[in-house]
C-alpha cells in the first residue's frame, strides 16, 4: 500500500506541475504592469520642443500599416492621413494582402505555408507586421489608431510596444529598430503557436494577436535583457489620454465576433474565475483519491465467509500515525493485521 500511495501521490504532483508550468506565462501576466520598462512622462519632450532634436534617433523614419488593398474605408482614411500628414519626411508603406504574401515568399518563404493556411485575415495581418518590424524596422499603426503628434520622440528607444489593459500589451502600435531581438523572437515563435483552440477569438489572440504578443514578451524579459535589447513600454497616458498623447482612437475592432463578448466578460471577472479554477483543480483531485480508494477496496482479497467491512480494510491497508505511550511523539504505524 504504501507504494502505491507514492505512485498515486507521484503522479499527481507531476500533473499537477505540468498545468502550473502551461499556465505560469498567463498567470504571472497578471500581475506584470510593465513599470520597471515603462516610458515615463519625464522623458518624453513636449510637442515642438527643442529637446527632441538632441535625442538619438535609432528607429528609422518609417511607417507601416496593413490592409486588404490599397482602398480603405472611408472611417480610416482620416486617421490614416493624420499620420501621413504629420510626418511627410517619414517612409509610408502600406501592406497589403498582396504585398505581404510577395514579401514573405521572397524574404522569409519558410513561413509562407503557414502564412496562408492562417484560418483568419486578421492572423496574416498580424503576422506581416512583426515581419516588417523585424526587416526594415519603423513604426507599425494600426489603421485605427490615429496620430496626435509626431512620433520622433519614440525613435530613441531600440523597441517599444504599449501597455493594455487587463494585462500585458497590445499590438496596434509598435516601433522597433531592424532585427530588434524580440521581434526575431516573436516571428520565430509564430508557428509554435499556431493552433486552432475552437474559439475564434483565443485562437487569433493566442495564435498571432495581443495575448500571444504579451506571452512572448513576458518570456523574453524573464531573465532580463541588455540595455540595448528592451523592450520600453509605452503606458497609457502617452498612448491616447491627453492633448499631448502620441495617438488617437478611431472606430476599429472590425474582426471581433460574438465570441468576443464572452471573453470580455471573462477578462472583467478574472479573479473570480481563477479563483474557480482551482477550486475545480482540488474537486478533481478529491475526486481521485476518492476513485483510487474504491479500487482498493474492489481489488482487496475477501475474509473466510464474509467480507470485511470498508473501515477494517482502510485500517489494514493505509499506514496510521499514532502516539507513543512512552514519548511525547508520532510514529508511523504500518498496520498489516486485521
Known amino acids: 500500500m504504501r507504494r502505491g500511495l ?14 502550473l508550468r502551461s499556465v505560469f506565462t498567463l498567470l504571472s501576466l497578471l500581475v506584470e504592469d510593465g513599470g520597471k520598462d515603462a516610458i515615463h512622462r519625464s522623458e518624453i519632450p513636449a510637442p515642438g520642443s527643442g529637446l527632441i532634436d ?13 490592409y486588404i488593398n490599397e482602398s480603405l474605408p472611408a472611417h480610416w482614411a482620416a486617421a490614416q492621413q493624420t499620420c501621413i500628414d504629420l510626418h511627410d519626411d517619414y517612409e509610408y508603406k502600406l501592406w497589403t494582402d498582396a504585398k505581404s504574401r510577395e514579401f514573405i515568399a521572397a524574404e522569409y518563404p519558410w513561413f509562407l505555408d503557414t502564412f496562408d493556411n492562417y484560418n483568419y485575415p486578421i492572423q496574416r495581418a498580424d503576422a506581416i507586421r512583426y515581419f516588417v518590424l523585424a526587416h526594415f524596422g519603423g513604426v507599425y499603426i494600426d489603421l485605427d489608431d490615429g496620430c496626435n503628434r509626431r512620433l520622433d520622440p519614440l525613435l530613441s528607444y ?7 489593459v487587463p494585462t500585458g500589451i497590445s499590438n496596434d502600435v509598435l516601433g522597433a529598430v531592424p532585427q530588434h531581438p524580440f521581434f526575431l523572437r516573436v516571428i520565430e515563435s509564430l508557428q509554435n503557436y499556431n493552433h486552432n483552440w475552437q474559439v475564434p477569438y483565443i485562437t487569433v489572440m ?3 494577436g495581443p495575448l500571444f504578443l504579451s506571452v512572448i514578451w513576458k518570456e523574453y524579459i524573464r531573465w532580463g535583457v541588455r540595455e540595448e535589447d528592451r523592450v ?24 471581433h465576433g460574438k465570441d468576443a463578448r464572452m471573453i470580455f466578460w471573462m477578462g472583467r471577472h478574472w479573479m473570480l474565475l481563477t479563483t474557480l479554477g482551482f477550486v475545480f483543480a482540488a474537486l478533481v483531485g478529491l475526486c481521485a483519491w476518492w476513485v483510487y480508494g474504491r479500487m482498493l477496496l ?19 491497508r493505509l499506514p496510521i500515525w499514532r502516539r507513543s505511550s512512552q514519548k511525547d511523539r508520532y510514529e508511523l504505524d504500518d498496520r498489516h493485521e486485521v
Open 6 to 19: 507514492i505512485i498515486f501521490l507521484v503522479i499527481n504532483v507531476l500533473f499537477l506541475a505540468f498545468l
Open 54 to 66: 538632441e535625442r538619438p534617433r535609432l528607429i528609422p523614419k518609417i511607417i507601416h500599416q496593413t
Open 158 to 164: 531600440p523597441a517599444w510596444v504599449r501597455r493594455t
Open 206 to 208: 493566442y495564435s498571432t
Open 232 to 255: 520600453r513600454i509605452l503606458m497609457p497616458e502617452h498612448y491616447n489620454k491627453h492633448a499631448w498623447s502620441f495617438f488617437s482612437q478611431h472606430r476599429g475592432s472590425s474582426w
Open 298 to 316: 474492489v481489488g482487496s482479497p475477501k475474509g473466510q465467509g464474509q467480507s470485511p467491512s470498508r473501515y477494517s480494510l482502510l485500517t489494514r
